[in-house]
T-cell receptor, first 115, second 116 residues
């Protein structure tokens, strides 16, 4: 299985809602990533987990809360979002390695709209 | 600090003609370079990468890229474009000293339009 899956595909939420995005991979990758992508822009790194531990937080607002419950799953919990948070949220994974020369495998993304 | 530049917002090419999508990079030391493609409302798909060795790298779907250290470039090429190649292409660079996971810097993307 060489696929990264993301659910849901689309999500519409109000600014007071709490919701979660889910990402799953079964390739044995020990690095997992959350990106935010606005239309016609490159992906912006939000978080990196390596071996289920948070390694990078790119100064993301606390209304985004990541969680890595095991080596195959990555969640992004959303609370009190703003309309400007509307974007495509991409999950990715890659093998870990000292050389760090491995490509990332991306999921199809969750299209989030905040009303 | 690492950075990558894609100087063209859009590239138009006729079907059957060769295509080039340009990328230049800036990084201390020897870079790891990647090309990804994104179709509308989809995630990114890996095309190819340069780590070391042969400067001409072959990848998926008939794409190739040439690493040129003196010009700090990594242009994506294909000998004969297909309409189905129309998509958004991202160049990415990773400083090999930044650890075992992939903290990459993406370019702004180049939209490739192949005209039938």
């Amino acid at each position: 299985d060489t696929e990264v899956t993301q659910t849901p595909k689309h999500l519409v939420m109000g600014m007071t809602n709490k919701k979660s995005l889910k990402c799953e991979q079964h390739m044995g990758h020990r690095a997992m990533y959350w990106y935010k992508q606005k239309a016609k822009k490159p992906p912006e790194l939000m978080f990196v987990y390596s071996y289920e531990k948070l390694s990078i937080n790119e100064s993301v607002p606390s209304r985004f809360s990541p969680e890595c419950p095991n080596s195959s799953l990555l969640n992004l919990h959303l609370h009190a979002l703003q309309p400007e948070d509307s974007a495509l949220y991409l999950c990715a994974s890659s093998p870990m390695g000292l050389a760090g020369n491995n490509e990332q495998f991306f999921g199809p993304g969750t299209r989030l709209t905040v009303l | 600090a690492q950075s990558v530049a894609q100087p063209e917002d859009q590239v138009n090419v006729a079907e059957g003609n060769p295509l080039t999508v340009k990328c230049t990079y800036s990084v201390s030391g020897n870079p790891y370079l990647f090309w990804y493609v994104q179709y509308p409302n989809r995630g990114l798909q890996f095309l190819l990468k340069y780590i070391t060795g042969d400067n001409l790298v072959k990848g998926s779907y008939g794409f190739e890229a040439e690493f040129n250290k003196s010009q700090t470039s990594f242009h994506l090429k294909k000998p004969s474009a297909l309409v189905s190649d129309s998509a958004l292409y991202f160049c990415a660079v990773r400083d090999p000293r930044s650890g075992g996971y992939q903290k990459v810097t993406f370019g702004i993307g180049t939209k490739l339009q192949v005209i039938p």
